[in-house]
C-alpha cells in the first residue's frame, strides 16, 4: 500500500513537541502575524481575563488600547495577515486605571440595547480612571463597528466588569464592582434591573471579574477576584457566594456554548502564589477538582472553549506561548504554540471565548519599548 504525504503551508502546518507521557497535540492554524505598532505604556491587550478578538464569520477584529492618546481602538482582518487602518472606538478624558480594560462578547444572536435595537456585538470600556463602567453594542457591516445604544453604570465608582451579551436571545447580564461590593445586572429588552452582592473587594482597582448565564432566565455565575487576593463565585442568588480560596494572582474563564438540555459548563484555569497554572470545571452548580496543568513559571492563563467538549488552555512560559489541549476526554500535554515564531517578551493574552467559524483566536502583546507589537494567530478546532 502506498501514502501520499502532502506538506501544508506554513500557515496550516502541523507544530507540536512530541513527548513522553501524555498525548502529544499538534495544533494547527495560522502562524502569528503582526496587527498594528501601538504607541504608549505597553498594555494594549491587558486584562487577560477578558475577551478582546472575535470573528463573524467573515472578518477578525481585535481591539487594543492605545495609551499614546488614551483611546480604545479596532482593526479587522478577513485573513488575519492584511488589516485596516485602526478605528477609534472610545476616548478617555484621562488614563484609565487599566489599560485595555475591554471584555468583548460575541454572537448575541438577536440581544438587544436599551432602545429595543438589535446589535450584534457588546463590549465593557472602564471610564477615566476606571469610573463610569459603560457597556456599548455594536452593530457590524463589512469591517466597520456601528455604536447602537448601550447602558452606563450610575455609579461613579464603577470599575471593571464584563458582559454575556444574550445566550437565551433575549437578555443581557453584566457585572461591575464598586468598593466592597459586585454588582450584578440583567436587561430584557429594555427593562433592566441591577442587585448589589458584598464580597472581599477591600482595595480600588484590585477586582476582576466575569459574568456567565446560566439556563435560569434571571440566573447568572460570577467569577470575581477581589483585592484581597481570594476567588469568589456567585450563582443564581445572592445568599449563593462561595470563596474558591486565596493566594491567586490571575485567572481566566470560559462557557460552552450550550445546547438544549445541556447543563452549564464553565472552564476555569488559574494560577496560585505558589506558581502552579490549575483548571476546574463549573458544571450543575458546583465546582468539580483542582488538576495541576504546570508547577510553575506561567503567566497570562487563558482558556477559550472548542466544539464537541474540546477546550484549550494557553500561557506564557519561558519567553513562549503555550497551549494546552483538552478534547473533552482527556489533557494533551503542553506544546509550544507555533515555535517557527520567536516571541520578544509575549504578554497579555487574550482569545475569543468559543470557537467561531472553527477558529480559535488569539492576541498577545509584544516587545520591551514603545512602539509595542499586537499580534494575532489562530488555531482551527
Not at 436587561?187 to 456567565?212: D, Q, R
Not at 481570594?230 to 445546547?259: M, N, P, R
Request: aromatic fraction near 14%.
Amino acid at each position: 500500500m502506498i501514502f501520499l504525504v502532502r506538506l501544508l503551508p506554513y500557515s496550516t502546518r502541523h507544530l507540536g513537541i512530541q513527548r513522553g507521557g501524555l498525548p502529544a497535540f499538534k495544533p494547527t492554524g495560522l502562524a502569528p502575524q503582526k496587527v498594528v505598532d501601538v504607541t504608549g505604556d505597553g498594555q494594549p491587550t491587558r486584562d487577560t481575563y477578558q475577551r478582546k478578538v472575535f470573528l463573524d464569520g467573515t472578518n477578525f477584529f481585535v481591539v487594543y488600547w492605545e495609551s499614546g492618546d488614551k483611546r480604545v481602538k479596532y482593526v479587522a482582518s478577513a485573513d488575519g495577515e492584511t488589516w485596516t487602518v485602526a478605528t477609534t472606538l472610545w476616548t478617555f478624558a484621562v488614563g484609565p486605571y487599566y489599560g485595555g480594560n475591554v471584555d468583548i462578547q460575541y454572537p448575541n444572536r438577536g440581544a438587544k440595547d436599551d432602545s429595543g435595537n438589535a446589535f450584534d456585538v457588546s463590549m465593557v470600556f472602564s471610564g477615566s480612571n476606571g469610573a463610569n463602567w459603560n457597556n456599548y453594542c455594536f452593530t457590524i457591516s463589512n469591517q466597520t463597528l456601528s455604536v447602537t445604544g448601550g447602558w452606563a453604570s450610575s455609579s461613579g465608582d464603577a470599575q471593571g466588569g464584563s458582559i454575556v451579551a444574550d445566550l437565551d436571545g433575549a437578555a443581557e447580564h453584566w457585572t461591575y464592582h464598586r468598593g466592597a461590593y459586585l454588582a450584578i445586572g440583567y436587561a430584557a429588552s429594555v427593562s433592566t434591573t441591577t442587585t448589589e452582592v458584598p464580597y472581599g473587594e477591600t482595595t480600588t482597582g484590585g477586582a476582576k471579574i466575569l459574568t456567565y448565564q446560566t439556563k435560569s432566565p434571571y440566573g447568572s455565575l460570577v467569577i470575581a477576584k477581589g483585592g484581597d487576593n481570594k476567588l469568589y463565585i456567585w450563582w443564581a442568588g445572592v445568599t449563593a457566594i462561595a470563596t474558591l480560596g486565596t493566594g491567586f494572582s490571575d485567572f481566566c474563564a470560559s462557557s460552552e456554548a450550550q445546547a438544549e438540555g445541556d447543563p452549564e459548563r464553565i472552564h476555569l484555569v488559574y494560577i496560585k502564589s505558589t506558581g502552579e497554572l490549575c483548571y476546574r470545571k463549573f458544571e450543575n452548580d458546583a465546582l468539580g477538582s483542582e488538576r495541576v496543568l504546570i508547577n510553575s513559571g506561567t503567566s497570562y492563563p487563558v482558556v477559550a472553549c472548542g466544539s464537541s467538549g474540546k477546550f484549550y488552555v494557553f500561557c506564557v512560559k519561558d519567553g513562549k506561548i503555550w497551549v494546552i489541549y483538552n478534547n473533552g476526554k482527556k489533557w494533551f500535554k503542553p506544546v509550544v504554540f507555533f515555535p517557527e515564531h520567536t516571541c520578544t517578551n509575549p504578554t497579555y493574552l487574550s482569545s475569543n471565548q468559543n470557537v467561531q467559524s472553527g477558529k480559535i483566536c488569539l492576541v498577545w502583546t509584544e516587545g520591551t519599548t514603545s512602539p509595542y507589537e499586537v499580534w494575532f494567530a489562530y488555531l482551527t478546532d
